[in-house]
């Protein structure tokens, strides 16, 4: 499915410019992460999340003109097709923090959080330390948080990184949950990362999840209440009693 502007501005009240300028990009070049893709933004939370973090960087306080500026796509675009490879097995967790480390060496901005936010990926498999404001409980939902070294890249001195950081960790533990709800039974067979499995299948472990989503969607009604409206109308629309006994029965 096709995503325009438009979709981004009244599904989500993504700001327009932005919408629109991540709707009319060209797929990169030579991107693992857009491997086989025609256009930038297919409707899938890898890539819709995109635009809607953007957004959520603006009203954290970011410039606009250095959010839709190329430089800022490129670093955005850059960690993707690290994360793609890591996917990939092409490299690993330590080579994919120092590949973007080593791409940032001439853009960092922000030195003091682009520290924080290597001393935190630099565990093996992050997770939240309590000396910390990085990371959560679960590591299969930090497993993207390499994004966050974006930050450290943006130069306005307005954005408040507290802000920012929360409003990232709402939307994709949202998100990653949708995705390992889709794909728990795959990644039981292959022992893949997944929170329902750092959860528990059983009645504990939906409490849980029910809790990250409620949180999720509570944290970003402070930033952008539409988005967190039409989050909440995903949420209602999951039966995690049936997904449960679903796995139950096919193993």
Same mark, same amino acid.
């Given at each position: ?31 693992? *992460? ?18 809607? *973090? ?198």
């Amino acid at each position: 499915m096709f995503l325009t502007a438009q979709n981004f501005n009244t599904y989500y009240d993504v700001d327009s410019d932005i919408a629109r300028y991540f709707v009319d990009r060209r797929v990169p070049a030579h991107n693992l *992460y857009w491997k086989n893709r025609t256009i930038y933004l297919p409707s899938a939370p890898g890539y819709i999340f995109i635009p809607i *973090y953007f957004d959520l960087l603006l009203r954290s306080g970011a410039d606009k003109t250095e959010l839709l500026n190329n430089h800022s796509a490129e670093v955005s675009e850059f960690i993707l097709n690290s994360a793609a490879r890591l996917e990939s097995k092409q490299i690993r967790w330590k080579e994919h923090i120092e590949e973007i480390q080593n791409h940032l060496l001439s853009h960092i901005q922000r030195k003091s959080f682009y520290d924080s936010v290597s001393q935190y990926l630099f565990q093996e498999k992050p997770i939240k330390q309590a000396n910390m404001d990085l990371g959560t409980a679960y590591p299969s939902l930090n497993r993207a948080d390499s994004y966050l070294f974006l930050l450290s890249a943006l130069q306005s001195p307005s954005l408040k990184e507290a802000v920012a950081v929360d409003a990232w960790y709402a939307l994709m533990t949202y998100f990653l949950i949708l995705d390992d709800l889709s794909d728990i039974k795959e990644d039981l067979q292959n022992q893949e990362e997944n929170v329902l499995i750092d959860a528990g299948i059983n009645q504990q472990g939906i409490h849980e999840i029910n809790s990250m989503l409620s949180k999720s969607i509570e944290v970003l009604a402070k930033v952008n209440p539409i988005l967190s409206e039409r989050l909440e109308k995903q949420k209602n629309l999951i039966d995690l009693d049936t997904l449960i006994q679903s796995i139950r029965s096919s193993t």
